[in-house]
């Protein structure tokens, strides 16, 4: 099973600051890995597959990046909804795996 | 647009079976692979299964002896069973509709609590 390691488990930042959040595969997953996002209460939301692409109605300030083993989420400039918890999910090999998640909060 | 609605116990004892219903609102069943996926607390999401409405199944196998995915098409509704449960199937329990196995919709999620 490939493990899929978070990176930091919590990240302390201001609005307006960029984040970047680490996903780290234990085998390479080639480029299938997505993002999602995940409000208190509700469903995780996909933001991001296929490592860089974004889902339908994400905005642009959500930017993938990676490959092999190591990938990035990077929010350019944060706004106050965003300070809520991030999951990395693979496809490449089955089963499918989810991150243990990130969650940003505000400083 | 495409809705999901998850239902069924919130309380399940030890040593029984869990048993959720994925109801499916706003579009067909038809064509698309349903999967469920838990999150138990303090843990990241656990991918369980997922189910194909020709009825084709695809288990974690580390659940497999377990589990099993339904779907009755005549309802647009899958099912998920979780037979001889432990607290370790404590989780909120989440169906969805994957597109290339990456997950575009979800249901709410329901608290599935394994205690006597």
């Known amino acids: 099973e490939i493990v899929l390691t978070q990176s930091p488990a919590t990240l302390s930042l201001s609005p307006g600051e960029r984040a970047t959040l680490s996903c780290r595969a234990s085998?390479?997953?080639?480029?299938?890995l997505a993002w999602y996002q995940q409000k208190p209460g509700q469903a995780p939301r996909l933001l991001i597959y296929?490592?860089?692409n974004r889902a339908t109605g994400i905005p642009a300030r959500f930017s993938g990046s990676g490959s092999g083993t190591d990938f990035t989420l990077t929010i350019s400039s944060l706004e106050p909804e965003d300070f809520v918890v991030y999951h990395c999910q693979q496809r490449s090999d089955w089963p499918i795996t989810f991150g243990q998640g990130t969650r940003l909060e505000i400083k | 647009q495409v809705q999901l609605q998850e239902s069924g116990p919130g309380l399940v004892k030890p040593s029984e079976t869990l048993s959720l219903t994925c109801t499916v609102s706003?579009?067909?069943?038809?064509?698309?692979?349903w999967s469920w996926i838990r999150h138990p607390p303090g843990k990241g999401l656990e991918w369980i299964g997922y189910?194909?409405?020709?009825?084709?199944?695809h288990y974690k196998s580390s659940l497999k002896s377990r589990v099993t995915i339904s779907v009755d098409t005549s309802k647009n509704q899958f099912s998920l069973n979780v037979i001889s449960v432990t607290a370790a199937d404590t989780a909120v329990y989440y169906c969805?509709?994957?597109?290339?196995?990456?997950?575009?919709?979800w249901g709410q999620g329901t608290l599935v609590t394994v205690s006597s």
């Open positions: 706003g579009g067909s069943i038809d064509n698309y692979y």
């Open positions: 969805a509709r994957s597109g290339g196995n990456w997950y575009y919709i």
């Open positions: 085998q390479s997953v080639r480029n299938y």
């Open positions: 189910i194909y409405p020709t009825g084709s199944t």
């Open positions: 296929d490592t860089s």
